[in-house]
C-alpha cells in the first residue's frame, strides 16, 4: 500500500553496476549478430569492417558529449532537456526539444522492432519450417510481451537487467572462447580486388557500413535517459557511459573476428541467424540449436533495455509541459510511465512488420538528423552560453571529440541510403508542423508574445 506521505516521482534506485548492465544490454544486444551480414553487403567485403573502427571512434566521441550533458544535468529525458537548456528553454530549444520527443515515437519503436526481428529470426533456424509471414507475426508479438515485463517498478527491472547481463556475455564469450583458437588471417582479410579504391563508390560503402556499425554501438548513452533513477549521477553516468563504450567495442572487435575466421564472408553475408551458423560449423547442429537460444535471449534483453529508456523521454517532455500531456501520467502505485511504455510498445509491435534493412537505416537516419547532430552542435553553444555551469565531468581532449562528433554524423547522413534519409526529412517536417500548430494554440515561441517570452 502506498504511503499516504509519498510524493510521486521516479526514484533514484539504479547504482553504476545496474546502470552500466542496462547500457552494455542495450549496446551488445541482437545488432552485431544481425548486421554483420547486411555491413558485409554494403562494400562486398570484409574491408566493411572498417565501419566497425570508425563506428567505435564516434561512438566514444559521441559518448564524452553524452557524459557530459549527463553528469551536468541529471533528469529524466537526456536529449530533450540538452536541447532544450542549449537553444534556450524559451526559443529555438522548445522546437528543437519537441522534436526529439517527436522522433522518438518513431525512431524508439524501430529500434525496439530491429530486436524483435532479430529475435524471429532467430526462432526461425530452431523452427525453419516457418513461414515468411509468420516470422513477422511472431516479431510483432516480442514488444508486447516486454511492455507486461517491464509493467513494474524500476528497482525489480535494475535488479533483473543484471541477470539478464550474464546471458548476453555467454553468448558473446562463447563466440570468442571458440573463435580466437582458430584465428584465419587469410579468411578474416580475404579482400576481393580493388577493396581499397578510394573512390567515391568506397566512401559512400564505408558511410553506409559505419551506419550499420553505430546501430550496434548505439545505446551507450541509455542511463541519461535514466538520470533521475540513477543515485550520484554526476559521477555514474560519465563511468556507465565510457565503461560500456570500452567493454562493447572490445568484444566487438574479438567476435567479429572469431566469426569471420571459421565462416568465409562471401556465406556470411548471406547469412540470417550468422551466431548459430557459426556455432554449428564448429560443433553441430546442437550447439547452433543451443547457441540460437542464447541469440533468442539476447534479443529480448536488447529491446528490454531500449524500451526502459525511451519510455522515460515523452514522460519528461510532458512532464515538462512540452508534448501531450497523456504521457506525463505515472503509474497510481509504481511510479513509472505506464502511457508512455504501453505507447510505445504498440507502435514497435507494427513497426516489427517491416523489414530489418529499412529499419535499421531509417532509424539511425532518424536519430543522427532530428537528435545526434543537433545535440553535438547544442553541447558547443551550452559551453559558450553557460560556461559557470557546475560540470562534474568534462570532455576529455575539449573541443576534439565533439568536432568529430559533429562531422561524423554529417557524414553518416550524406553516405545514408536514399530512402532513409527521405524519410528522416518527412519526420523532421511532419514534427515542425506539428510543433508549429501546438505553439501557436498554446502562444509558445515563435508565436509569444514579449511579455510572455519574458
Sequence with gaps: MRDKDHKPGLRRELGFLQATSLSINDMVGIGPFITIPLLLSTMGGPQAMLGWLIGAVLALCDGLVWAELGAAMPKAGGSYYYLRDAYGPQSAGRWLSFLVVWQVMFSAPLSVASGAIGFANYFHYLDPRLSAWA?????????????LLLYRRI???????????AGVLAGCFWIIVSGLPRFNPHRVFAFPAGAFHLNLLFWAGLGHATLYALYDYFGYYNVCYLAEEIRHPGRVIPRAILASIFVVGAMYLLMNTSILSVVPWREAEHSSFIASTYIQILYGRWAGRAMSLLMLWIAFVSVFSLLLGYSRIPYA??????????????????????????????????????????VIASLVATRVLLQYLPQAVGFFVLR??????????????????????????????????????????AIFLLGTAAYLIRARAHGEWPFATPEAAG
Design 384 to 425: 559558450i552560453r553557460r560556461p559557470e555551469m557546475p560540470r562534474p565531468f568534462r570532455m576529455w581532449l575539449y573541443p576534439l571529440p565533439g568536432l568529430i562528433s559533429v562531422l561524423g554524423w554529417i557524414y553518416i547522413l550524406v553516405t545514408s541510403a536514399g530512402s532513409s534519409l527521405v524519410f528522416a526529412l
Design 317 to 358: 517532455a510532458a512532464a515538462d509541459g512540452n508534448f501531450f500531456k497523456m504521457f506525463a501520467r505515472l503509474h497510481p502505485t509504481e511510479d513509472f510511465p505506464n502511457v508512455s511504455l504501453v505507447v510505445l510498445g504498440v507502435v514497435a509491435s507494427a513497426f516489427s512488420l517491416l523489414k530489418l534493412p529499412e
Design 155 to 165: 528497482r525489480t527491472v535494475g535488479n533483473l537487467s543484471v541477470v539478464m547481463l
Design 135 to 147: 516470422i513477422r507475426l511472431l516479431a510483432s508479438v516480442v514488444p508486447l510481451a516486454l511492455v
